[in-house]
């Protein structure tokens, strides 16, 4: 079946250092990626996406990039701030899966001064 | 534009006690889902919709049931409630087609507790 794999958290930066968050996958199909946050207290939202293969999303200084050959989409940011403290998940979507997404189990990340 | 609301925010429930977890969107989505999220686990897919009068079961379904009269609407009913299943649960909307790459708009969440 489908499946999402991240690396396991947490990860604790000092500010403006560069992040990654690893996450590879698993489909039966060929799939859409996705990246959610998740602020504490809060529901997820949509970070970026991706939907073919060498497609890049990006969104607030967040990159990730479709890797078909090595069934990866890497999230990176050079500098981070205190306010990216979250959680952040990794998901995928198979067409003609139903529109049922995938989620990773998420990767905290702790931002300190 | 309200978005996707969840009702209510908290919870605590007596094991065997029945309730129902409230999901409204106000955009129109055609897709409606459930999710819970639990440490270590991420989220798991309870049930799911594709439009009103049709709902589907997820990947963990035993002791919840679903309805869906209204394109709005897609409440979630814990029949008897079990310690199993305390967890923060999320509804998420998004619009539907089988070949489509639209992103979920979540809720807040409910944090459940069964004691």
């Known amino acids: 079946g489908d499946s999402v794999t991240q690396m396991e958290g947490p990860v604790t930066l000092s500010e403006e250092a560069f992040l990654t968050i690893n996450c590879t996958y698993t489909?039966?199909?060929?799939?859409?990626l996705f990246w959610y946050v998740q602020y504490p207290g809060e529901g997820l939202q949509l970070l970026l996406k991706?939907?073919?293969?060498?497609d890049k999303g990006s969104n607030k200084g967040f990159e990730a990039t479709y890797r078909k050959e090595t069934t990866s989409f890497h999230l990176e940011k050079g500098s981070v701030q205190v306010s990216d403290s979250a959680v952040y998940f990794c998901?995928?979507?198979?067409?003609?899966?139903?529109?049922?997404?995938?989620f990773g189990t998420g990767t905290q990340l702790k931002v300190e001064l | 534009n309200a978005g996707v609301t969840q009702t209510p925010k908290f919870q605590v429930l007596k094991t065997g006690q029945s309730m129902t977890l409230q999901c409204a969107q106000d955009?129109?989505?055609?897709?409606m889902s459930w999710y819970r999220q639990d440490p270590g686990m991420g989220l798991r897919l309870i049930h799911y919709?594709?439009?009103?009068?049709?709902?589907d079961q997820g990947e963990v379904p035993n002791g919840y049931n679903v309805s869906r009269s209204t394109t709005e609407d897609f409440p979630l009913r814990l029949l008897s409630a079990a310690p199993s299943q305390t967890s923060v649960y999320f509804c998420?909307?998004?619009?539907?087609?089988?070949?489509?790459?639209?992103?979920?708009?979540f809720g807040s969440g409910t944090r459940l507790t069964v004691v």
């Open positions: 998420a909307s998004s619009q539907y087609g089988q070949g489509a790459n639209y992103g979920y708009t």
């Open positions: 919709s594709v439009g009103a009068g049709i709902t």
């Open positions: 991706a939907t073919k293969a060498d």
């Open positions: 998901a995928l979507k198979v067409t003609g899966g139903g529109n049922k997404l995938t």
């Open positions: 955009m129109n989505h055609e897709y």
């Open positions: 489909a039966t199909g060929y799939p859409s």
